[in-house]
């Protein structure tokens, strides 16, 4: 077994990049509590270290490496307009910190990523809130200069 995460959340993002897992931002309890919290996994030491939080605490966002960034677009659930966050943000992992990227529209939570050579893809997910039947039917395509 490896070393528990320092705080427990779910929805939460994941990237591997380097030989590390970056965790970041999740629910801690429920949609009211999400959370900017950004958590790095070291394979070699088993162990766990802070980094610098999100900009915008969120949940059930996509994450994915591509190209030096790690990268958090989307999440759920922006209550003051009852919508999917637009929000992408990427941990620059040479500079240390965190930079926002230009939105591609509009946003989305529960997407899947993947990442095939210097380009992410990501597919659908939900538009509204929650179980919301607001479903998007979009495929949008990442490099490191955004979407």
């Known amino acids: 077994m490896a070393a528990p995460l320092p705080v427990a959340r779910d ?5 591997v990049a380097d030989g590390r897992i970056h965790v970041f931002g999740g629910r801690i309890d429920g949609t009211e509590t999400n959370s900017a919290l950004h958590d790095i996994y070291d394979l070699a ?3 766990w270290a802070s980094a610098p939080p999100l900009p915008t605490a969120r949940s059930g966002g996509t994450g994915f490496y591509v190209d030096g960034l790690v990268v958090y677009f989307g999440g759920e659930c922006r209550r003051d307009l009852m919508s999917a966050f637009d929000e992408t943000e990427a941990y ?3 500079r240390g910190e965190w930079v926002s ?3 591609p529209g509009h946003g989305a939570h529960g997407a899947p990523a993947v990442t095939i050579d210097d380009t992410a893809y990501i597919l659908g997910g939900r538009i509204g809130c929650g179980g919301s039947d607001e479903l998007s ?3 949008y395509r ?5 979407f």
């Open 11 to 15: 929805h939460l993002g994941i990237a």
């Open 142 to 146: 990442f490099q490191r200069e955004g």
């Open 137 to 139: 039917e979009n495929v």
């Open 101 to 103: 990227l230009p939105s």
């Open 45 to 47: 030491s088993d162990s």
């Open 92 to 94: 620059d992992i040479a």
